[in-house]
């Protein structure tokens, strides 16, 4: 509830650290919808300073590649490779990035095919072609 009492833009990426369970909202005494008013808090925040500079434009381009199947199938090929990196190879990035990356690992994807097989064994086609 922290962005709701502070000034504008502090602790705006609060609610982002909530899982949803819904845990505090069945502890609540005063059954405070806590889960509905930390979504409303997310919107909030990707519809005002959350969605500035660098980070707006990287969902834009993020949101027009996955409309485009050719690049949606790229971006997934490319992320299979990424997940077939050498472990610690992210802490290694330059400048700003390295910052970001410290403490974060990548997670194994060494089994990427097993959606495609899941969608196989159901009849189904994970294709993206049109």
Known sequence: L????????EGQDLPFLSSL???CADVC?????LPDM???????????AGRRGPA????????????HPLLYRCSV???GVAGRLPTGLLARLP?????????RTLPSLRDAGALRRWF???????????
């Open 21 to 23: 369970c819904g845990a």
């Open 120 to 130: 196989r064994r159901r009849g189904r086609s994970v294709d993206t072609r049109r």
């Open 56 to 67: 707006r434009l990287g969902w834009r381009l993020w949101s027009r590649a996955w409309q």
């Open 38 to 48: 930390l979504v409303d808090l997310r919107a909030d925040y990707t519809r005002g």
């Open 95 to 103: 400048g700003p990035a390295r910052g970001w990356a410290r403490g």
């Open 77 to 79: 090929t490319l992320s």
């Open 2 to 9: 922290t962005p709701l009492l502070g000034e504008r833009g």
């Open 29 to 33: 005494p005063v059954r405070i919808p």
